[in-house]
Structures are given as structure tokens and as C-alpha cells.
């Protein structure tokens, strides 16, 4: 009998229960067996495994996180870690691995796959949406929605103290997540690490739409932008605390202390951080995460290994690992575009 492990590594998400749910009725499905393991590679090194019935995964399609747990874990890094990982399959009987991760996690499975020989299928997650071959990831359209409520909320207190609310959302290299959620929220100004920003630019579009009678402003900022001109950005601007130390703070709070310096508008900032990885997935991101999870089964059925799922309009399809592990998905520019006919209006 075939049997599958089924692992989550890196960041969680929501969604992760629901691939894993799919993967695990579809190979029952097929008459084979599933072996969860836990705390992504950490799990194969240790020997830290579950064999799964269907009351493994009842009713976890709506919970967010991840039932196997998870880490950071990169066998290659520690001498023997990978030879365990070969062990720990070979004892537990594991013909193949469904390998559920972001960009670090599927680089490791693509490793395993072309250099150890694993044969494995990976399906991607990650709220930044920054994986190449996919339109779209495991838990990208949850963030969406909490950050697109977020600055909804944000709206009435700013409206109603007449500040500006400067919101911090996730997106290290791509800016998918402020881009989409600042429009869907509408949001006055999007700041995303594909464009370094002018801050200048920025403060004289807020300055217009004060000008025009409108005494609120959101400003949504992507944690990995970056200022075309740091020194012009910075200067001027003192970050410390109480004692004089100085105090190392991300671009959201960088950007809201340059703006209320500039303007002498009150302005407040908000970063969303973990709330946006947490609680169940939308509808969207449990469909999605099935689809992924029964092609995975689908593509160790047929053999086709180091490939990952991958939405392509509306089909599921396969893509090469040896293509995801090139780069990061940047976010979509005529979006981003689009976006700017609402800035200072």
C-alpha cells in the first residue's frame, strides 16, 4: 500500500488545515495510507510522526494554523539531518512526501528532490503571495480580507479625530497584500517594496486631499517598502525612546513619524503583523487549499514528482519546483497603477 507524508513548513497560514484535510480524503480515497508529520523537516529528523485516520482530520477545514505544527527548519544546514530524514522514511514506510510551504520550505523540497531523490509534490502557501507559478497561495485571500477590515475600521476613527492612519501590512519582497487590500479598503495612498516611495510625493498627495476639504487619510504601507532617497527621508527625523536610546522601528512607524512632521497632522500607525496570519480561512482559501491538496494526491498518483500546484486562471495545474525556486512573484504593477488614480483625491 502507498503511503503519503504529509508536512507544513515555515510561517503558518490559514488554509493549512484544509490541505492538509484534502490530501488526507483523497488518498484514502485511494486506498493508501497517510502519515502526518510534525513540525515541517523538524518532524522527519526527529521521528516525529502520526499515522492518520479520518478522525485525524474531521472538522478541521475551518481552523486556521496548522494541526501538524511547523518551523524553520533547514536539514541542510546541519551535518547527518538529511541522512534522518532518509531513515525516518525508510522506518515509517513513506513512498512519497506532500510538502506544504512558502518560498524557504519549497527551495528545501526542491533540494530533496533533485539532489537526495525524494520524490515529492509541494503546494504552495503563504499569505505574500510571492510564488512564482501561482496566481494566487494558501492563505493570501484570508490577509486579504483581514486587512481590507482592518483599514475599513480604520476609517470611522480617523474620519472622526481627523488624523491620518498610517496601516503596516506583511509583504517582506512583493506587495500584493497592500495593494489588493488598499484598494478593496480604499485606501489613500499604497506604499509596496516594487516602487521605493517618495516621501515628498506621498505628503503632497495627503496635503491635496486636505486641501480639498477631506481631513482623513489611510496610507497603506507593505513592511518591505523602502525610500527611493533615505537620507532625505531620515533626516530630520529622531527615533528614541525615553532614555535617549535609540529605537528600531519598521517602516510603518518611520513613515507615520515623517508624515506628522511634515504635515503637523496628527497621524497614527497601525501595524496588523500576526492578526493577519491568524483565525479560519474565507471560503476562497478552503476551495483553494482543496483543489491544491487533491491535485497533490492526483500528481503522486501519476508520478509526477518536484512539481508544485499552481492556479493558472481558473485551473489547477502543475508547475516545476525547479522553476518556483528562482525568484519571488512580484506584485501586479497595473494594479498598483490603477490604484494611484484614487492618491490625493
Known amino acids: 500500500m502507498t503511503t503519503i ?19 488526507t480524503r483523497a488518498a484514502f480515497a485511494r486506498g493508501w495510507g497517510v502519515t502526518g508529520i510534525k513540525n515541517g523537516w523538524m518532524g522527519l529528523i526527529d521521528d516525529h510522526v502520526e499515522d492518520f485516520s479520518t478522525f485525524s482530520v474531521a472538522g478541521i477545514i475551518s481552523r486556521g494554523g496548522t494541526i501538524l505544527g511547523t518551523s524553520r527548519t533547514d536539514p ?17 514506510g513513506i513512498d512519497a512526501l506532500v510538502v506544504i510551504g512558502g518560498d524557504g520550505t519549497l527551495r528545501v523540497a526542491e533540494m530533496m528532490y533533485r539532489q537526495v531523490g ?12 510571492d510564488i512564482l507559478g501561482t496566481d494566487t497561495t494558501v492563505g493570501f485571500d484570508t490577509a486579504v480580507s ?18 491620518i492612519m498610517v496601516v503596516e501590512v506583511m509583504g517582506r519582497d ?11 479598503g480604499g485606501a489613500d495612498e499604497i506604499l509596496v517594496p516594487e516602487v521605493p516611495f517618495d516621501i515628498a510625493d506621498v505628503c503632497r498627495h495627503l496635503k491635496d486631499r486636505y486641501a480639498s476639504g477631506r481631513k482623513s487619510s489611510i496610507v497603506v ?17 529622531t527615533a528614541s525612546d525615553a532614555t535617549g536610546h535609540e529605537c528600531i522601528m519598521g517602516i510603518g512607524n518611520l513613515v507615520g513619524r515623517e ?7 496628527e497621524t497614527r500607525v497601525t501595524v496588523l503583523g500576526h492578526v493577519q496570519r491568524g483565525g479560519p480561512p474565507t471560503p476562497y482559501d478552503r476551495i483553494i487549499a ?24 481558473s485551473e489547477v495545474t502543475l508547475v516545476p519546483l525547479s522553476y518556483v525556486v528562482t525568484g519571488n512573484r512580484k506584485a501586479d504593477l497595473e494594479l498598483y497603477r490603477m490604484a494611484g488614480l484614487f492618491f490625493g483625491r
Open 76 to 92: 541542510f544546514r546541519e551535518d547527518g539531518d538529511v541522512e534522518r530524514i532518509r531513515q525516518t522514511l525508510g522506518r515509517r
Open 221 to 237: 504601507v507593505a513592511e518591505g517598502s523602502e525610500p527611493a532617497d533615505p537620507e532625505a527621508f531620515m533626516s530630520g527625523l
Open 174 to 184: 512583493a506587495g500584493w497584500i497592500a495593494i489588493i487590500g488598499g484598494i478593496a
Open 146 to 163: 483581514i486587512v481590507t477590515d482592518a483599514i475599513d475600521r480604520l476609517h470611522t476613527t480617523a474620519e472622526s479625530h481627523h488624523r
Open 118 to 129: 525524494i520524490p515529492l509534490v509541494a503546494v504552495p502557501k503563504t499569505i505574500d503571495n
Open 5 to 23: 507524508g504529509v508536512l507544513t513548513g515555515g510561517g503558518d497560514c490559514p488554509g493549512l488545515n484544509a490541505v492538509i484535510r484534502a490530501v
Open 259 to 265: 508624515i506628522q512632521q511634515r504635515l503637523g497632522v
Open 290 to 313: 482543496t483543489r491544491f491538496g487533491v491535485k497533490a494526491v492526483d500528481a503522486v498518483s501519476e508520478g509526477r514528482y518536484g512539481m508544485m500546484t499552481a492556479l493558472c486562471g
